[in-house]
C-alpha cells in the first residue's frame, strides 16, 4: 500500500466517529457496577446494600482506572487530531485498530471487576494480565500510529528515537508485574493515567519534537 | 500546573465528546427498567404484568428523576459553554469529573430503582444516600468549574462569593435526608431538577455575575 | 415564562445532543433480541436454535416496528429543525420530553418482544398497551412542539387546526385497539411508520402550511 | 415516489445520525464477551479464568470479525458520503434499512459467540446462516444505494453492470458454506473484512467508475 496525496481525506468525520465510539465505551464501563444484592453470580443476598456495596471495591477501583484512561486516551486523541490535519487509508485502518483495542477494555475492566482483590489468587492475577497486556497493546498501536504520521509527514515531525518507547513501556511494566500481584498492577495502571493527565501537554511536545 | 494562553484549546471537540457521554448515559438509564415478570431476582412471577409494572413504581420514578436531573446537567453544560469560549488542561480534567460523576448517576439510579420503596428499610436509605451524595459531588465538580472559569478569566466574571453554594447544598440537603427517609430525599433531588428546569437561565446570570 | 428573543440560542448543540440520543435509544433496541437458548427466562432449552429463533418472531416483529418508529422520529426531527433556526429554553424542554418517551421506547419495546404472541394473553395487551401508550404520548409531545413553534415565530407557520391531531391520534387508535388486540394494535403502528417513511415530506408541507 | 431536487437535503445531519449508529453499534460488541466464570448459561465453573477465557475462543473470534466488518462498512460510508452531497427521501430510508442491518449485526455476532466452535453442530450451522445472511442483506442494500445514487444522479457515475455484485456475492458465498461448515463459513466474512480493509480504495473506484 503506497502512500500518495490522492488518497488522503479530512480528519473532520474520523474524528467525529472515534469520538462516539470513545465515549460509548466509556459510558459503557458503568454497566461493570452491579448491584451486589441483585446479581446471583456475587452471592452476597446475606449482606445489607452498605457492605455489599464496600464489598466490591475492586470494581469501583477498576471503574475508575479505566475511567481515567480512557479520558486519556480521549484527550490524546484529540490533541494527536490537532496536529494531524488528514487521514489516508492507513491511518484510518490504524486508529481502527486503536478503537478496538479502546473497547476491549470495557471487558478486561469486567473481568477485574470480578476477579481481582486482596487477597491473591490464580484468577486475578490472570485478569490482570489481561487487563494490563490489553493497555500494553494499545500503547503499541499509540506509539505506531505516532511514528507512521511522522514518517508520512501527516505530522510536521522527525521520526525515530526512544520515545516511542514511553507510551507502551509503562503497561508493559504492568503487565510484567501482573504475573506476581494483581492489584499492584492496577495501581501501577491507574499511576500512568494520573500521570498523563498531569503531563499530557509535556507528552506530545516531546513525542513531536516541537521546539 | 500554571495556566497560559498556550495551553487553551478550541471548545468544539470538548463540547462533542461531552454531548456524546452525557447522551449515552441518559438513555443507558432505561436498562434499568426491568421487565418485572422476566427478572429472577425480582421474583414476580405470580403477578400479571400489570400489576408487576405498578410495583415497580420505584424504578419509573428514579427514571423519571435522574433523566431530569441529567438532562438539566446538559442544559448547563450547554449553556456555560456558550460562555467559555477556550479550554485548558485542567478544565478537560475538570469537565472529565463531571462526565465521571454524570455516568455514574446509571448506577445510582438502579440502586434506588431496586432498593426504594414507600416502606423504609435500612437498604433504601442506603442506596438513597449514595444517590444524592453523588449528585452533591457533581454539584461540587460544578461549582468549581465555574468557579476556576472565572478566576482564570475563561469566562468574564468575577469569582467569590455565596454563590457556588447554590449547586451542591440543595442536593446536600437531599444527602442529609436520606439518612431520615429515603423516599424524601428522591423527592428533593425531583424538585432540584424541575427549578432547574424552570430557572435554568436565572442561575447562569446569577452565577455569572451579568448585569 | 415569558419568551424573548434574548433567550434563543442556536439549534446546532440541541440537534448534535438530540441525534446522539436516537441513535444510541435505535441502537439499543437490538438488545431486547435475545438468544433463546441461553435465556433462562424462555424456558427453550429443549428447542434447537432454529426452532428458538422462530419461536421468537414477536421479538423480531417488535424490533422492526420500534427502529422504523424511532428512525421516523429522527427524519422528522431532522426536517423540523431545518424550519426551526433558534430554540428557547421551553423548547429545549418540550425537545427533553420528546427525547425522554423515545428513550422509554427501548423499555416498552422489550415488554412487546416478552409478552405479545398469536396467543390473546391479559399480559399481551397490557404490553400493547403501554407500548402504544409511550406512542401516543410521543404523538402529543410532537404536536405541542409544533404549536409552540407556530405560536411564538420559531418556524414561519400559522398555529391551529386540526392538523395537531394526525401526529398523536393514529397511535390513539392503536391504543383503544390494544384493549382488544395486542397483535393488531401493533400492526397499526407499524402501518403508521410506513405511511411517515412514504409521506414524511409531505407531513410537514402540511403541518407547516407551506404553500 | 418521484426524485425532484427540492426533495433533496444536505448530507451532513444524516452522515452525524449514520455515524453515532454505527459507533455505538460497534461498542455494543464489547457485550458478548462474556466473563466465563460468572454466567450461569456458559457452565464453566469448574475452569480457572485462563481455561474459561481460551474456551471462549469462538467470542473473540466473532467479535473480530464482527468488529472488521462494522468498521468497513463505517470507513466505506465515509468514502461514499465524499461522492454523495445531497440526500432525497429514499436515500434516507434505504440508509435506515443500512443502519438496521448494521445494528442487527449485534445480534448475530452473539448468536455465533454462543453456538459456533470447532465441532460442528445443527445450532452452529443455523448461527453462522443466520450471521452471513444478515451480512449479504448489507450487501444488497450497499449495492442498491449504490445504484440508486448513480441513477438518479446523486453520485457522477454511469449505474449499471456486474459491479454490483461484488458488494454481495462474497457474503452469499459465506452463507451457502455455512450450511456445511459454520467456521469456514465465518472465516470467509474475515477475509472479506481484511480484503476490503486493504483494497476500500479500489472498491469505490472501481464501483463509481473513475477515470
Redesign the interface.
Known amino acids: 500500500?503506497s502512500v500518495s496525496k490522492g488518497?488522503q481525506?479530512e480528519t473532520a468525520?474520523?474524528?467525529?466517529?472515534s469520538?462516539?465510539?470513545?465515549?460509548?465505551?466509556?459510558?459503557?464501563?458503568?454497566?461493570n457496577?452491579k448491584?451486589p444484592?441483585?446479581?446471583?453470580?456475587l452471592s452476597m443476598s446475606n449482606l445489607?446494600?452498605?457492605q455489599g456495596?464496600l464489598s466490591q471495591w475492586p470494581a469501583f477501583f477498576a471503574f475508575?482506572t479505566s475511567?481515567?484512561t480512557i479520558?486519556i486516551m480521549?484527550?490524546n486523541h484529540?490533541n494527536m487530531f490537532?496536529y494531524i490535519k488528514r487521514v489516508d487509508?492507513n491511518l484510518?485502518?490504524l486508529n481502527?485498530l486503536l478503537?478496538?483495542f479502546i473497547?476491549?477494555t470495557?471487558?478486561t475492566t469486567?473481568?477485574i471487576a470480578?476477579?481481582v482483590g486482596l487477597t491473591q489468587t490464580?484468577?486475578g492475577r490472570?485478569?490482570a494480565a489481561?487487563y494490563s497486556g490489553n493497555a500494553t497493546l494499545l500503547g503499541i498501536v499509540w506509539s505506531t500510529i505516532t511514528y507512521y504520521s511522522a514518517r508520512t509527514g501527516l505530522v510536521p515531525a522527525r521520526p525515530g528515537g526512544l520515545r516511542y518507547l514511553i507510551g507502551p513501556l509503562p503497561y508493559a511494566i504492568a503487565f510484567a508485574i501482573s504475573f506476581f500481584s494483581a492489584f499492584l498492577s492496577l495501581v501501577v495502571v491507574l499511576i500512568i493515567a494520573v500521570y498523563w493527565?498531569?503531563a499530557?501537554?509535556g507528552f506530545w511536545r516531546l513525542v513531536l519534537s516541537e521546539t
Open positions: 500500500m488518497d481525506r468525520r474520523t474524528e467525529a466517529f469520538d462516539g465510539v470513545i465515549a460509548f465505551a466509556i459510558t459503557l464501563l458503568v454497566l457496577l448491584d444484592l441483585m446479581d446471583p453470580a445489607n446494600l452498605y456495596l475508575v475511567f481515567a479520558l480521549w484527550v484529540h490537532t487509508t484510518m485502518f481502527g478503537l478496538f473497547v476491549l470495557a471487558f469486567l473481568l470480578n476477579h490464580d484468577n490472570t485478569a489481561v493527565t498531569l499530557s501537554r
